[in-house]
């Protein structure tokens, strides 16, 4: 499929995996996207999960059909991108790799040894081939160290590797301007809380650096090929990573008997009653992390509430609170709420928990012994009505 004169769309869907990293769910897929340069020379730019190779193959013999390919781009070596290399080089055993020298200690360490032939890169090195030349721009932990994106100047194209890409696999069109991008916004908040959420200040560094370049178009490694939607793309990492948030409260609660949950409830019945209407109420038990984890960069307030178990907190409020300290969402509003049945721990975890995260502290935490009391439960609502004028009054 060529997305413009000499480049040619040779990724593959995944409509099989059900969780992305063994760890993501993806309920609509997620496409690996390689990209071929046919010119004087040809390069290929990443590969696709090893999975998906017989397919992955058959569509650059479809582009070009037995002739050789020359180099093979390498942005990232996470494997869903890399995972193909040991077999390209059986059916290319000419190819030539290209990355830079962090690149080549993973390539040694996945797929053995480099060859002597293949380009050790700079950031800033170009490569030449024929009426296209490449510019690589180092952008570490983007989503590795390895990192790195790749730039034809003539044209305005960034192959960005994972930056500005979505979960979503690509129903037929591969181009923006061909296809109704409307899933791809929530899938592309919901990739960058999964899997860049840690890396908000690189994110923003390589923000900085590309934004000299002239882009007219951006092939990422997953979801569609950017070229209406450049600026959109470009604004929504902008906006995720610089910590922007809407003015929303997300209650995330576990549960195991209706009491905790009763109180979850009055949280958002008291958000409600002062007039917040983004509110959303994810029982941990039930919903998806990824998707949490998404709403909880999409809005600046966060309940979070779960009861004892087990001398701590319920399993499920202790993944998310793990999962949250390994991103970047520390400007939050915060009210926590928890109970137990003979001895206390869930509040005072939540408590501890917030001393390392800094998260801003809004209202009274909640705390009630065995069942949700009718005191309980006011002190929940009062616990949202807190939260909820205090992320209204942000910014007034
Ligand atoms: Fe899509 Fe970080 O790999």
Not at 212 to 240: F, N, Q, S
Not at 276 to 285: A, D, G, Q, T
Request: aromatic letters at 10%; glycine letters at 10%; proline letters at 4%.
């Amino acid at each position: 499929m060529q997305i413009k004169e000499n480049i040619h769309y040779v990724g593959v869907n995944d409509r099989v995996k059900h969780r992305f990293e063994g760890l993501w769910f993806l309920p609509i897929g997620v496409s690996y996207n390689a990209y071929l340069l046919v010119d004087e020379k040809v390069a290929l730019v990443d590969t696709v999960d090893v999975a998906f190779f017989a397919e992955f193959l058959d569509n650059i013999r479809a582009a070009i059909g037995d002739r050789p390919i020359d180099y093979l781009i390498i942005n990232h070596m996470e494997p869903d991108h890399s995972g193909s290399i040991s077999l390209i080089r059986k059916y290319y055993p000419n190819i030539r790799l290209v990355g830079n020298k962090k690149t080549f200690e993973m390539v040694q360490g996945f797929y053995g040894e480099p060859t002597e032939d293949d380009v050790v890169v700079t950031d800033g090195a170009t490569l030449s081939l024929g009426q296209r030349t490449l510019t690589f721009y180092l952008a570490p932990m983007l989503h590795w160290p390895e990192t790195m994106v790749t730039y034809v100047a003539e044209e305005g194209i960034l192959f960005s590797g994972d930056a500005f890409g979505c979960f979503g696999a690509l129903n037929g069109a591969v181009l923006d301007t061909q296809m109704d991008t409307t899933p791809y916004w929530p899938e592309m908040e919901r990739y960058f809380a999964s899997i860049l959420g840690k890396f908000c200040a690189p994110v923003q560094t390589a923000l900085r650096k590309l934004g000299a370049l002239d882009i007219r178009m951006i092939c990422a490694t997953h979801g569609p090929v950017w070229t209406e939607e450049v600026p959109k793309a470009i604004e929504t990492y902008r906006r995720l990573s610089s910590g922007q948030t809407e003015k929303g409260l997300v209650v995330c609660y576990g549960s195991m008997y209706g009491n905790t949950q009763r109180v979850a409830e009055a949280v958002a019945a008291g958000a409600a009653e002062v007039g917040l209407k983004k509110i959303v109420v994810h029982n941990l038990s039930v919903s998806q992390p990824s998707f949490v984890l998404a709403d909880v960069f999409r809005y600046s307030g966060l309940a979070i509430g779960g009861p004892t178990y087990n001398g701590g907190i319920f399993p499920v409020v202790e993944d998310l609170l793990k999962r949250l300290a390994g991103r970047e969402v520390k400007a939050h509003k915060l009210g926590y709420f928890g109970g137990f049945t003979w001895a206390s721990a869930a509040v005072k975890t939540i408590a501890a928990y917030n001393e390392q995260m800094k998260m801003t502290l809004v209202g009274d935490p909640v705390e009630w012994k065995q069942g949700a009391s009718h005191d309980a439960i006011a002190r929940g609502r009062a616990l949202g009505k807190a939260l909820a004028e205090a992320i209204m009054a942000d910014g007034e």
